[in-house]
């Protein structure tokens, strides 16, 4: 027995250190902990710093012993570890009350605070949906997390590369004080890329802000920049165009019904970024923001419009009509729109013929999802126009909404339909169609 195991034995006792490294990749930080233990190659192995660059760090916001000792585990890992660190994402899972709000506050102070000490490595922060809006946080406490947050930036600001802030809902000057906080050292920023999106509470008309103005003025060379329309304003391009236009590549731009965006932006002012920043691509993502004239008022034709999301999320409302937009407006992009996502509960009006003649209309369009009242028969025509080549489609997810719980015959005529396309499908398509009863 004991020859048989040797070679065993033997094989991992000298596994490649490259190797050993994989397997430590694949384990938990328990599991890591336990094979450290068994012998001085493998305890080597534990502290190599490959396998700590990389940490998400999630605090549960239900009570549980588990759950408890997160807190724990997150300051063991960034005073065992945290020198290693170079991309970091906090995430906060449904905080419930006051008492939460501040064991995370206090960890958060102690966590950044030895990082800001340890680490010099770290490119790349996300902490996502706080809700500091919400009222579980205390004032006292929403601003103490503020300050040491903002106290963190401005120590890592020289080394930073991407920082997400999505979902934070703070103040105009909350928010100004920790963007600013990336540039306090040189009173410039070159961050590349920064998440912004629903940053500010809502109902803010943060477009109109001096103080906002002058914070995105600091950073001078972004690339990609995520946030909300009730941000955007002349005086916002003016500046991306000053500072940013020999690096900007995308702008992901948010607009809800519930921000402001009624505001006035002229063509020129999105022409002239265009025309600086020639690598620009712009992507729009509308929640319940679907009437013509809304849309119009932002959905200018000097746009680099790459991709457009527009959704209903199930509401209907009589007065509301998608046909001009389908018709009219999205056509304007016919040769720079390659995404195309739809979410329309549609059930007052049939759109078959105005969708399909926007896509075959529009000649770069690779990505189409759909949610919406359609008949069966639009698919039959639209892998029909793909299969002559007259649109050059690569993903097509459909759900075809339905009056009725029952639907058989509807499911029967989508598999005639594959299988009449099944090598179309098959060999060229990111393909996904289904029925779905709206009842």
């Known amino acids: 027995m004991e020859d048989d195991s040797e070679p065993e034995q033997r094989s991992w006792a000298h596994l490649p250190d490259v190797c050993l490294r994989h397997v430590f990749h694949w384990l938990d930080d328990r599991d890591r902990s336990q094979a450290a233990l068994v012998c001085k190659k493998w305890s080597w192995a534990m502290y190599s710093g490959s396998l700590w660059r990389r940490r998400t760090i999630t605090f549960y916001g239900r009570p549980s012993r588990a759950h408890t000792l997160e807190f724990q585990s997150a300051l063991w890992y ?3 570890f ?3 660190l170079e991309h970091l994402e906090i995430k906060l899972s449904n905080p419930y009350n006051t008492a939460f709000t501040q064991k995370f506050q206090v960890t958060m102070r102690d966590l950044l605070s030895h ?14 949906y706080l809700e500091l809006d919400r009222l579980i946080w205390k004032n006292v406490v929403r601003a103490q997390f503020i300050k040491t947050l903002a106290t963190f930036l401005k120590r890592m600001s020289k080394q930073l590369d991407y920082l997400n802030l999505k979902g934070a809902r703070v103040t105009l000057e909350e928010g100004c004080e920790l963007l600013n906080s990336l540039s306090f050292l040189t009173n410039k920023g070159f961050i590349s890329e920064i998440n912004i999106e629903d940053f500010f509470s809502l109902h803010l008309p943060v477009y109109s802000s001096t103080l906002f103005h002058q914070t995105m003025s600091k950073f001078h060379s972004l690339v990609i920049l995520t946030f909300n329309y009730n941000c955007i304003s002349d005086e916002l391009l003016d500046i991306l165009q000053e500072h940013s236009a020999h690096s900007l590549c995308t702008l992901n731009i948010k607009c809800h019904i519930h921000d402001p965006h009624g ?4 063509g020129m002012s999105w022409a002239n970024l265009a025309k600086r920043a020639p690598k620009l691509k712009v992507n729009f993502f509308f929640e319940r ?3 013509h004239d809304h849309l119009a008022r932002i959905l200018l034709v ?3 419009v790459r991709s457009i999301s527009l959704r209903s999320c ?3 409302d009589p007065d509301w009509t998608m046909r001009p937009t389908l018709t009219n407006l999205l056509p304007a992009y016919w040769h720079v729109l390659q995404k195309l996502t739809l979410e329309l509960n549609n059930d007052h009006e049939l759109l078959d013929d105005e969708l399909l003649q926007l896509i075959l209309s529009c000649k770069r369009l690779l990505f189409l999802k759909v949610w919406a009242f359609l008949s069966v028969t639009f698919m039959e025509k639209l892998l029909q126009n793909r299969a002559d080549r007259k649109c050059i489609l690569t993903t097509i997810k459909v759900r075809i909404y339905t009056a009725r719980q029952e639907t058989s015959e509807e499911d029967r005529l989508l598999c005639d339909i594959y299988r009449k396309f099944k090598y179309l499908i098959d060999s ?3 393909y996904f169609v289904i029925t779905y009863p709206m009842v």
């Not at 990082?115 to 996502?128: A, D, E, F, H, Q």
């Open 78 to 80: 960034v005073k065992k």
């Open 82 to 84: 945290g020198k290693y």
């Open 115 to 128: 990082l800001s000490k340890c680490n010099s490595r770290l490119v790349s922060l996300s902490i996502k």
């Open 263 to 266: 505001q006035v932006v002229w």
């Open 289 to 291: 923001v679907m009437k």
């Open 302 to 304: 000097e746009i680099p």
């Open 314 to 316: 199930y509401f209907n």
């Open 428 to 430: 060229e398509l990111n």
